[in-house]
């Protein structure tokens, strides 16, 4: 990692550095308090700075901060400057590297890494109490990192919070629940509030390893509950897409893949959730050739540590080729930022483009075993068939902030197994990909109906 890299190198610099968790601290509007320890002939580390708002507006005023400490220097232009790596066959750019918004970047909390987490947030909802209920809850999971013998203390707080959440904001939450989806709504909360209640009783025994598995079921239903809270698609697809291939709501799918050459795995089932709210074209796309039957029997294309790829039939054609045209299907760009109607089309989110230097990507790429669709770096619309995973997380990185964000269509993550995505490699063949949940919002699609 260029993180790790660079703070070795800095560390080497100047003679021992430990580093901990809290190594930047907020201070003042921008800024931070260096808190590591740096053994040298100048001493310990003692920067202590922050900025004014008419500091902000100074030239090199975030470098006021920095250059006194080698350690913050590194730690800022290992998230400022390229990463270098191997181009994806169609193609993975990995030598650009969006622009951070700002300099608060360093000191934001933590990035959601989550799949599910991620696929929550970015459905089109706006409910407070349930939002609130799965904040406490999601809280959990940061509060069972730190090593310490009172951490159900925390725990059994948030818990009794959501709880509390829960019953006080009953009736608001039930008025969110679409009039077709009621009786499902109805016995998801009430399931809901029956689990968080004996959540609370198991609780009193000070297991912890009860915990993550708890909150893992907590946070389905109400995953489950917020997708019962949208009545209709939330946007028109714009006229020129409208007839092609559409995923209107998410899908959910197993992909079982024939692992080759490794002991320890013989094969691998992996569950992957569509998310076509915010990428109905690219998601149509794909369940309509998973429908095809285009990727079984396919081999995985490309392994390389940081992405794994399929999707290139055999022959010259690079993507899919319709039987109906004799031309390769291709789709659009189609990024969705927050605050915006619909999907942006046909353009990445370079700043110097749309003048959005702050936008946040509904669908990021900061979880391991995000999908996304490949394409000619040349053309923003040549995705066709090509797709890819990502094979690392977000460390730094807020949400919106990676290099990819907004320069490739995310249409999905990888919820369950998402691990075994590393132990696959080039040649290992997809035995199958077959949609479990879904497949209703598929419309227009372009697949022969199989009577099998």
């Known amino acids: ?16 550095t430990w580093l901990d968790a809290g190594a930047f601290r907020k201070e003042g509007l921008i800024g931070a308090q260096c808190v590591h320890k740096i053994v040298s002939a100048r001493g310990p580390c003692a920067i202590r700075a922050s900025l004014s708002k008419d500091d902000v507006a100074a030239p090199n005023a975030f470098a006021k901060v920095l250059h006194n400490c080698p350690t913050c220097v590194a730690v800022a232009a290992a998230l400022l400057v390229p990463f270098s790596s191997t181009a994806a066959d169609v193609d993975v750019d990995t030598e650009r590297v969006s622009a951070i918004s700002e300099p608060s970047v360093l000191i934001s909390g933590p990035p959601t890494k989550d799949a599910n987490a991620l696929l929550r947030d970015a459905l089109p909802l706006d409910n407070k109490p ?63 509030n029956e689990e968080l209640e004996g959540f609370q009783k198991q609780l009193e025994e000070k297991d912890s390893s009860i915990v993550l598995p708890r909150q893992k079921e907590l946070l389905r239903l109400i995953g489950d509950l917020e997708e019962t809270m949208i009545a209709k698609f939330p946007y028109e697809i714009p006229e020129e897409y409208a007839k092609r291939p559409l995923l209107m709501g998410r899908a959910t799918l197993e992909m079982k893949v024939l692992v080759k050459n490794n002991p ?15 990428a109905p074209v690219t998601a149509g796309n794909f369940v309509d050739l998973v429908e095809r039957r285009f990727y079984d029997g396919m081999e995985i294309q490309r392994s390389d540590g940081f992405v794994l790829q399929t999707g290139d039939p055999d ?46 990507i509904k669908l ?83 697949y022969v109906v199989r009577l099998l």
């Not at 990692?1 to 100047?14: E, G, I, Y």
């Not at 320890?264 to 915010?278: P, R, S, W």
């Not at 998402?418 to 497949?439: F, M, P, Q, Y």
């Open 264 to 278: 320890n795995v013989k094969d691998a089932v992996l569950h992957i959730v569509l998310d076509g709210y915010n």
């Open 315 to 360: 022959g010259p054609a690079e993507g899919f080729v319709d039987p109906a045209t004799g031309q390769v299907r291709t789709v659009p760009l189609e990024i969705m930022v927050e605050g915006q109607k619909q999907p942006i089309y046909g353009t990445t989110l370079e700043l110097q483009e749309l003048g959005l230097p702050k936008a946040k």
């Open 1 to 16: 990692m260029a993180v790790a890299a660079v703070l070795q190198a800095a560390s080497l610099a100047t003679t021992t």
């Open 130 to 192: 349930i939002k609130e209920v799965q904040k406490f809850l999601e809280d959990i999971t940061e509060e069972m990192k730190v090593p310490d013998e009172k951490v159900l203390e925390p725990v059994e707080r948030d818990v009794r919070q959501a709880t509390l959440v829960l019953n006080q904001s009953k009736e608001e939450i039930l008025s969110y629940i679409a009039e077709s989806k009621r009786q499902e709504g109805d016995h998801i909360l009430t399931t809901l």
């Open 364 to 446: 990021p790429f900061n979880a391991f075993g995000t999908m996304a669709m490949a394409r000619q770096e040349s053309d923003n619309n040549s995705g066709s068939s090509q797709v890819f995973w990502l094979l690392k997380e977000s460390e730094l990185t807020p949400n919106g902030d990676s290099i990819h964000d907004g320069r490739y269509a995310v249409f999905g993550y990888v919820t369950e197994n998402e691990g075994l995505l590393a132990n696959l490699k080039a040649g290992d063949v997809i035995e199958s990909i077959r949609v479990l949940h879904g497949l209703d919002n598929l419309v227009n699609p372009s």
